[in-house]
């Protein structure tokens, strides 16, 4: 069985945290976080994340902390998804690049920030269901 590796991010912004809205007309918007596919290039899983930071978000971000992963069973493949916590340095829209922002079929795919608060991440369509869970139990700690 193929095992893929994604490197995903939630992002701490000066009191806020900053996902992805994502959306397709006709369908409920969501909420996820920025990160992607390690691809054979990237060093680690750190050099993927940054990787995809910039591309999505055109962001740089500081030390990058993993504190959950999801494995998820897909077909012939395995997706294990490894999540981190980072502090968002700078971003610039204008910096964006990379396939999904190519792709006329990407749909809904910008930036949002909410407060630290578990009211605040509750309010969102936060995807996937188990990130969601985590992070309202952890969110108050993270904006200390």
């Known amino acids: 069985m193929r095992v893929r590796h994604k490197a995903r991010v939630v992002l701490l912004d000066d009191g806020h945290l900053v996902f992805l809205k994502r959306g397709w007309p006709g369908g409920d918007p969501y909420c996820t976080t920025v990160g992607g596919s390690v691809e054979p290039e990237d060093a680690d899983l750190e050099a993927a994340l940054r990787r995809e930071v910039l591309e999505e978000i055109g962001a ?6 993993e504190f959950l992963t999801l494995t998820e069973p897909c077909g012939t493949s395995t997706v294990v998804q490894h999540y981190f916590l980072a502090d968002l340095v700078a971003m610039d829209l204008d910096l964006r690049h990379g396939p999904e922002l190519d792709d006329p079929d990407t749909g809904l795919f910008e930036p949002v920030r909410v407060d630290v608060s578990r009211s605040a991440v509750a309010a969102l ?20």
């Open 60 to 65: 740089t971000i500081g030390p990058a902390t």
């Open 125 to 144: 369509n936060l995807q996937p269901p188990e990130l969601a869970d985590y992070v309202r139990a952890h969110v108050e700690d993270w904006g200390a």
